[in-house]
């Protein structure tokens, strides 16, 4: 349909010609819509048109198509300028039943003192249910693409009603809950102005906490400890995962810079507690249960490390003995996931890096977490006659990755990796060789060997027989496994032929020495690298530098 059409048949005092009129509009566009820059200024009148109709008193079905086409038109920035004001987010607010701008303190008051009389909060029928819904994405929508918009609802406080909503309502129809909270996710994601006031004002993390303690319908039968789900219970429903989901990504914005305090350490123990009960679920699809456990994963990241200990702490549900009576469960749905990660082969930067990084300081600081990874990851070795990258195991995945070709990527699973060693240089070269190490050692200043900053247990020693036969005479340190001999190049020649072959190795890397194609390095005594030339100098010589007589 023509936008000229459409502007100059558009009468907003016509509700029933608006409804019709834009209702073929929004069938023809709800897929297809394109953004042509010659009708910018057309949308741009549409927008405003449509604006002034919702301002007036409407029936629920205009009002929903009026909302449909804002939504279409709000997928192109450029002409949002209509919607991106005081009045254009009050109406959107006011559709949406957020009263963004209008709410006092005593009124306030009573709607959260008595959940009951929230009627406001309630709606009607299922053509208001409709409106709501449709106003929260055409918000998000116009949030997401205009500044000016996030600046207004600023202004109008509306983070705070999305707080009264949540705050005051718990059975709202699914598709209200999850664009209040997707709304939500977008302010405090897009303005840390918004977040600091959220987390600090209007105690958003306790509040988003309970919203996925409801959702999730968690049952505590400890401080810090949910019922475990039915092994053969429904999976969880999708539309209480889409909801959690959204909550869990507001979590982690609010999260992202750690407060102090016993208050706030509690509740991130709550959080921990939650997460841990999550991960444990199943949903409808495992496509959508990976995802659930990613954005588990992302928000456990932002948790201060001294709350990991939740997630093994579980003693009413039994622990193994063998871990200090902890139960290990969630670990191993970690390192479940952190595999189907690695076995991707893609993305690793955003969908490997998470998990690797939250075992990494679980491990660092948590032995049993470390151990029990450490069994599975990182066993005895046997078979040494293959070289650590090569195979299918958990560690040969991982010391692959240590050559990866992003930086992130192989300093992520080669920091693991020394975590897992205790940070001592020679049991990581046992598991992966020095040349898939020597980036990590590079970076450490441990070429020397050593061990890192972190204090580690002492514990028994784990090399087989195997290895232990196998360590004096013929693993090749550099990669890691035990090489079949090879004969001796010079054993044939002649002395004449070895001084001819030796002087003119000697030419060839004085050659490039002189070119500087190569610089030929040493290592300083206490890990570094540095020129040759250096690391031979005697520091304590005060002749090394000067010419002799």
Known sequence: MDLNTVLSQLEPDNEEEVEKLLQQFNRENIHTFSFDPTEETLRIKLCQSVLTALGMQMQPGCQRTCLETLR??????????????????????????????EEDEEQ???????????????????????????????????????????????????????CARLRAAREWH?????????????????????????????????????????????????????????????PMPAEDNERAMEALKALFNLTLSEAGGEEDDHQFRLVAAILRHLLMLKTETEEKTEEAHSHAVNLLNNLPVTCLDVLIDVPVQGGQEKYGGKN?????????????????????????????????????????????????????????KIRPEIGTTVRNKLVRLMTHVDMGVKQTAAEFLFVLCKESVDNLLKYTGYGNAAGLLVARGLLAGGRGETQYSEDEDSDTEEYKTAKPFSINPITGHVEEPMPNPIEEMTEEQKEYEAQKLVNMFDKLSRQNVIRPMGVRPDGTLAPLVETLCDPHDDNSGSDSD
Not at 206 to 224: M, S
């Open 328 to 384: 290990m469960d969630v670990v191993q749905v970690l390192l479940d996931f952190m595999e189907k990660r690695i076995d991707k082969g893609s993305n690793y930067k955003e969908g490997l890096t998470p998990v690797l990084s939250l075992l990494t300081e679980g491990s660092r600081h948590h032995r049993e977490i470390r151990r029990f990874i450490k069994a599975q990851v990182l066993p005895p070795l046997k078979d040494v």
């Open 174 to 234: 699914h598709e209200v809950g999850l664009f209040t909270l997707r709304l939500l996710f977008l302010l405090s994601a897009l303005r840390p102005d918004v977040r600091a006031a959220l987390r600090r004002e209007w105690h958003a993390v306790k509040l988003l906490t309970e919203v996925l303690e409801h959702t999730l319908d968690v049952r505590w039968v400890g401080p810090y400890e949910a019922a475990r789900p039915e092994p053969q219970g429904p």
């Open 108 to 162: 306030e008051e009573e709607e959260e003192g008595d959940d009951r009389r929230g009627s406001r909060e309630h709606v009607q029928s299922e053509a208001e249910e409709r409106v709501v819904v449709e106003a929260l994405k055409c918000l998000c929508n116009v949030v997401f693409n205009s500044p000016a918009a996030q600046q207004v609802s600023v202004e109008v406080e509306l983070a705070h009603s999305l």
């Open 72 to 101: 279409i038109l709000s997928r192109d920035k450029r002409v949002l300028a209509p919607v991106a004001t005081k009045e254009g987010v009050l109406i959107l607010g006011a559709m949406a039943r957020l009263r963004a701008g």
